[in-house]
């Protein structure tokens, strides 16, 4: 009999019907196994609990109402109830969740779309590769407790991610969920579903599309608004999902048209391309969409999803740039086009008839798009059109301006335009170069403006110097982190050479420009911290050059090694940065995978100093990769912008109960320092970064080799950034062996006018800690993995 | 904090190099002669934290010149000896490149040291210094260290004479550690650094047996010991001798128990089969058993491609590591190849049968001089019966394993002697347990539907989510 999915009926039988869902081979049997495989929604329930005991929510809601249904609006001030019984403390849990869910949503779609497309490509049988690694899936083992084998395995992971987001997004309606703590655990939910999501997605790119894997020493892409040749027709592409762009690099290749017409991306989708075809370039993250297009230098914007300004249509129109919208998430009114020939569409949108298309049939995209640049591009450089102004236009500009501060008061980062506008008048351009840097590109000054200057286009045609200059280097996104790295750094962790492992990700919101990313990321890469990096983040890191000429990608090697600056990839690569935590839980502690979320989260909060800093965060998205962090116990300190998020999970080091941990060799109970003292925090400054991530690597299991030198870098940093010594450094001090080498004698004193007893003869703490080292101790906070509940 | 020096003293600056436009002087390295060493002295010897410069010192140095350079401590203290002289001397690498500004690479007669411009710029103007802040770190460090001084020579002629006695004391010094085995000496030592993140783990280190991720000697522990005998690295007294070829010894099981919290209870230090040493994850080798030649094959982290049994470095270390006793896979580092005593309870090199090239070649000079060429490689064997072939194409010593194993399971009875190299390889069932999948192992299973079977069905609507193949013969 010859077994074949779908369904049949055997002849013979008296109404029988059979239905085969899937066929698996021998050796590529997936056994779901684990305490808690596929968990629903509650299944983590007790894990959340135990972190949200420690880790409190603290919120600051940007609104103190509810309108959410035709009850309200409701007034949720004063500890008022609203019409439906919720209270402000829920219903800001409840904006975490929905941030949360939208945030899953995206990467998860993202990775639907891109599920699809490839089995219908290469089949559900293509294989995974991921490079080399024993755990190649690590997210999707740890939650769904199996190992898939063939991007077909999938199917199911996906299936759960919807199922669970459906799930999750109905208890947000009104009369469902109603206590913060349980929209809390759900967001943690949420969180975990978006880096399952995330790895989906990028492992099915990585297996198809030939991206690469785990390596260390990818090419360079070169990086800025500087860099393409404006004289041939330039095609950018804008977004997330690389599964358009890839065709039209198929057929530029295929035709030899890279030196012809100018490839680059705007946002994720250029990593992606990258990783595709070396021969792509990056523009830059979001914050460089609106500047890009309105320096006219596009000839043909292709858009596809996630990230991509809602008025890139309505700025392309303007100057004759022609959208093609290739994914049905974001479509702006464009008429479908997906079946119609190819040169019908290129001759519409050359003769202006249409604005631009929707094509959903990729092959057709990628034929279109090279013909329509070839076009389009001679026809828009002999028109010369650009939204900046000319010179003498600029100098009207700026003059005409009041001082009335009103850009400023608008301006998501405050800046001082009007005194840029001011030192312009009198021919000094310097000001405004600096603010290029600092914009986030969003345009509200436009709007802001009483008396109608363009400020955008102001700053750009202003800094047409600097971005000239604007080229630098990313190293191409690694994908994972192999085994063999990890295997090989582990010994510099255990050591103390390795203080820590920080992933530089999100988005362009900076605070205070690109700049400060390049800043803290020189600073922590001295200190031999890694660096892991993905997204737009990665992208900013390499827009900088030192003193030589060069970027810090070529500066430090890309291995998974102390003071290497890796840059995983795009934004669903986030998701190999949360699983290399995983790994290591497996490789060095040979704990088990598969279905056993709560007790790798277990080990990494307790044992992997790893941090998160999204400073540039501004997507539910990276609210969503945060979150989903915080539930395996890895700590995110976010920008000021994060405050916008409205929640925080922050750990009280006064409430000493809380930092109970258990003893998992007798169970018994252990006051530990608070390490991590947060999960979800928000810094203002990068000098008040800077510290607090060093502080953020701390952990219960930390051995003294380990302890000292974080400790140092906690030290330095804070005297370094913020002129002192931090306030709680002796908390963290267990022993003389956990203090700063250098310093050891010194901080012995201070101690000591702490009331500390010092054995000045053998060196040697005699009272004061909080508790002795013990490099055998092992911390948990889950009682059932203590030896006496196992018997 | 106030600083009495007038640069930093971080571990921020340990990669900091000194480019020749930035550099004010340079002082030994490859054009020119200098040493470090370390000398154990008596306590009445030595004048604490004095500092002798014989030479000119920097601030009569030219910009951009070069000079020799040696730095000699003297150390004193109750528990300080001359085995732990190796030891603190390595340290002055690690500690001088803390000092903001200054550039140290390289040990012994090797070193070359940078003192970059803004370091004089900011006051750096005598060795005296240097020396005390290195002095001030190795205190810190090691306070079994209760007197220090330093000897600084700059002067070419001093430097030379010195330097011939120095390279006389690294010699004696190598030959010790190269005659000292585990016989030899009545206590390992025990580390549990890496237990911060492999919870059961425990690394025996002896005289023969380097810790598994190679940073950790016996002598290393001897003197981390003596800085904190409670601390992460301990003295394990042998105790008696169980199984002198297999390395075990009771003291060692005894701490085995303690340490991996009743994990497990026995290890031979150099057994393969046996009660294995333990891995934690950082191995740079992993060794793994081929049954179909009975031998042990070797992959290293850097080999990207499959061994002979078709596995990946990666996959057959997924089995090995997290601090357990895993039997037909073991980690090690590269330097166990070094030891004489490398998987002596299995017969040593005679078992070996496979390796990637590059190993091969990093360690030619420890493999038996007869062994090296039938020890096949990548480019000689692709799978396990080119390997087979090969083995015996070469006569390589595990075939003759191969007899005894024919004839033994004709006798059907087993020899019993547990020291018999290979002699329980085959009965241990363990190997093949662990192999991961791909290996064609599993007996082939019949499906629904296969001949024979008769299923007569009415009246049913069957939905199978899915179907599991199990071992169908392709």
């Excluded at chain 1, 998860?108 to 490509?121: F, P, T, V």
């Excluded at chain 1, 390049?518 to 600073?523: A, G, L, N, R, T």
């Excluded at chain 2, 010790?176 to 690394?203: I, K, M, W």
Aim: charged share 25%.
């Amino acid at each position: 009999m010859i077994i074949k999915k779908g369904s049949f009926v055997i002849e013979g039988l008296d109404n029988v019907q059979i239905n085969i869902g899937k066929i698996v081979e021998p050796g590529q049997e997936s056994i779901i196994e684990g305490p808690t495989p596929r968990p629903e929604i509650i299944s983590l329930r007790n894990w959340d609990y135990r972190i949200l005991d420690r880790y409190h929510p603290v919120y600051t809601p940007t609104s103190d109402t509810c309108d959410y249904c035709t009850y309200g609006k409701c007034d949720l001030t004063g500890n008022k109830e609203g019409a439906c019984g919720i209270d402000l403390e829920s219903q800001s849990a409840r904006e975490a969740l929905k941030t949360a869910i939208m945030g899953a949503a995206c990467h998860s779609a993202h990775g639907r779309h891109l599920l699809n497309y490839l089995i219908r490509k290469y089949g559900e049988d293509h294989p995974i590769d991921v490079g080399p690694s024993n755990l190649k899936a690590p997210l999707t083992e740890t939650i769904m407790g199996l190992q898939p084998k063939t991007i077909g395995d999938f199917l199911p992971v996906l299936e759960y991610v919807e199922e669970q987001l459906t799930q999750l997004t109905a208890s947000i309606n009104t009369g469902q969920e109603g206590a913060a703590i349980d929209f809390e655990s759900k967001a943690l939910h949420a969180g975990m579903l978006d880096l399952l999501g995330m790895e989906v997605a990028d492992i099915i790119q990585i297996s198809c599309l030939n991206m690469p894997r785990a390596e260390e020493n990818t090419p360079m892409a070169e990086i800025g608004m500087g860099i393409l040749d404006s004289r041939k027709p330039v095609v950018i592409c804008v977004g997330h999902n690389i599964a358009a762009p890839a065709y039209i690099l198929d057929y530029m290749d295929r035709d030899g048209l890279f030196d012809k017409i100018e490839i680059a991306g705007l946002c994720c989708t250029a990593h992606d391309m990258t990783r595709y075809n070396k021969t792509a370039k990056i523009i830059g993250s979001m914050s460089k969409e609106l500047k890009y297009i309105r320096s006219g230098i596009p000839d043909v914007l292709v858009t596809d999803e996630q990230c991509v300004r809602a008025d890139i249509l309505k700025e392309a129109k303007k100057l004759f740039i022609p959208v093609i919208a290739t994914n049905e998430k974001i479509t702006y009114g464009l008429p479908d086009r997906s079946n119609d020939p190819v040169d019908a569409i290129v001759d519409d949108l050359v003769s202006g008839k249409q604005a631009g298309a929707l094509i959903l049939d990729l092959e057709k995209v990628g034929e279109l798009i090279p013909k329509l640049a070839m076009k389009i591009g001679p026809i828009r450089k002999a028109r010369g059109i650009t939204a900046l102004p000319d010179d003498a236009e600029f100098k009207r500009l700026v003059s005409k301006c009041t001082k009335c501060l009103q850009c400023t008061r608008d301006c998501p980062q405050s800046l001082p335009i009007s005194d840029a506008m001011a030192a312009a008048v009198s021919g000094d351009l310097s000001k405004f170069e600096e603010l290029h840097d600092k914009c986030v590109g969003c345009g509200r000054c436009d709007y802001s403006c009483p008396v109608d200057i363009p400020v955008l286009n102001v700053i750009e045609k202003a800094a047409q110097r600097v971005i000239r200059e604007e080229k630098g280097k990313v190293r191409i996104g690694r994908g994972q982190i192999g085994d063999p790295e990890i295997r090989e750094e582990g010994r510099n962790l255990v050591l103390g050479t390795t203080p820590g492992v920080l992933a530089f990700v999100g988005c362009g919101n900076y605070p205070d420009g690109t700049k400060d990313v390049y800043d803290v990321v020189e600073e922590m890469l001295q200190r031999s911290y890694i660096i892991i990096s993905s997204g737009c983040a990665a992208m900013d890191i390499g827009m900088y050059k030192d003193k030589e000429g060069k970027t810090l990608y070529e500066r430090y090697p890309g291995r998974f090694i102390k003071g290497n600056l890796l840059n995983t990839g795009s934004c669903v690569s986030n998701a190999h940065i949360a699983a290399t935590t995983i790994k290591v839980a497996s490789i060095f502690a040979g704990r088990k995978t598969k279905g056993n979320w709560e007790e790798i989260a277990d080990y990494v909060l307790n044992r992997v100093g790893a941090a998160g800093v999204a400073w540039g965060a501004y997507s539910q998205k990276a609210f969503a990769i945060a979150t989903g962090c915080n539930r395996l116990g890895i700590p995110v300190v976010a920008g000021p912008h994060g405050t916008k998020y409205r929640r925080a999970f922050i750990g009280k080091p006064y409430r000493k109960d809380e930092w109970n941990v258990l003893d998992a060799r007798d169970g018994s109970t252990i006051n530990v320092e608070p390490a991590p003292e947060h999960l979800m925090i928000t810094a203002e400054t990068k000098e008040e970064m800077m510290p607090l991530i060093a502080k953020l690597c701390f952990r219960p299991s930390d051995n003294s080799l380990g302890r000292a030198i974080k400790l140092t870098h906690y030290i330095e940093l804070s005297e370094k950034y913020l002129k002192k010594m931090p306030d709680d450094w002796h908390i963290y001090v267990r022993s003389e062996a956990d203090l700063p080498v250098a310093k050891r004698e010194q901080l012995m004193k201070l101690l000591e006018e702490k009331g500390w007893k010092i054995d000045w003869e053998k060196k040697k703490i005699t009272e004061g800690p909080l508790r002795k080292v013990d490099v055998s101790f092992q911390p948990t906070n889950v009682p059932r993995l203590c030896k006496e509940a196992k018997k | 904090m106030a600083n009495e020096f007038p640069f930093e003293i971080s571990p921020m600056f340990e990669g900091e190099r000194v480019r020749k436009d930035d550099m004010f002087v340079e002082l030994a390295g490859p054009k020119s002669r200098g040493f470090e060493l370390v000398k154990a002295a008596g306590l009445d010897e030595i004048e604490d934290g004095r500092f002798t410069l014989i030479g000119p010192d920097i601030s009569q140095m030219q910009e951009g010149s070069r000079h020799p350079y040696a730095m000699i401590y003297r150390i004193a203290g109750k528990l300080v000896e001359p085995d732990l002289e190796a030891i603190v001397e390595r340290r002055n690498h690690d500690f001088q490149n803390y000092i903001q500004g200054y550039m140290h690479l390289n040990q012994r007669y090797d070193v070359w040291v940078r003192i970059n411009k803004d370091a004089i710029k900011k006051g750096l103007k005598s060795f005296e210094q240097i020396a005390k802040a290195t002095m001030m770190l190795f205190k810190n460090e090691l306070p079994f260290i209760e007197k220090i001084e330093a000897i600084y020579v700059t002067e070419p002629e001093e430097v030379e004479k010195q330097r011939a006695e120095a390279i006389k004391i690294y010699e004696a010094r190598d030959a010790r550690t190269r005659g000292l085995h585990d016989e030899d000496v009545d206590v390992f030592y025990g580390c549990t650094l890496c237990q911060s993140f492999a919870p059961t783990n425990v690394c025996v280190v002896t005289p023969d047996r380097i810790s598994l991720c190679g940073a950790i000697n016996w002598f290393d522990g001897r003197a981390a010991a003596k800085v904190d005998p409670e601390g992460p690295q301990f003295a394990i007294p042998k105790g008696e001798i169980i199984d002198e070829k297999g390395g075990e010894y009771s003291g060692v099981n005894e701490k085995a128990v303690a340490l991996s919290g009743g994990e497990y209870s026995r290890i031979k230090i150099h057994s393969f089969f046996e009660y294995p040493h333990t891995s934690c994850g950082c191995f740079e080798v992993v060794g793994f058993y081929v049954p179909e030649v009975d031998g042990i094959g070797w992959v290293d982290r850097d080999f990207s491609g499959n061994a002979p049994n078709g596995l990946a470095f990666s996959t057959m270390a997924g089995q090995t590591g997290g601090g357990k006793q895993i039997i037909g896979f073991l980690g090690v580092g590269v330097n166990y190849f070094r030891s004489p005593k490398f998987i002596q309870a299995d017969g040593g090199w005679n078992r070996v049968v496979w390796m990637p090239k590059n190993l091969r070649e990093k360690i030619k000079a420890d493999i038996p001089q007869e062994l090296v060429d039938k020890l096949p490689t990548e480019e000689d064997v692709s799978d396990l019966k080119s390997l087979k072939d090969y083995l015996e194409k070469k006569q390589h010593p595990v075939t003759k394993l191969w007899k005894k194993e024919e004839a033994s399971a004709e006798a059907e009875s087993s020899d019993g002697d547990a020291s018999q190299a290979g002699a329980p390889a085959w009965s241990v069932p363990a190997p093949a347990m662990n192999l991961p999948a791909g290996m064609p192992m599993m007996p082939p299973m019949q499906l629904g539907g296969g001949e024979g079977v008769k299923i007569v069905l009415k009246n049913a609507k069957i939905t199978i989510d899915r179907i599991v193949l199990k071992g169908k013969e392709k």
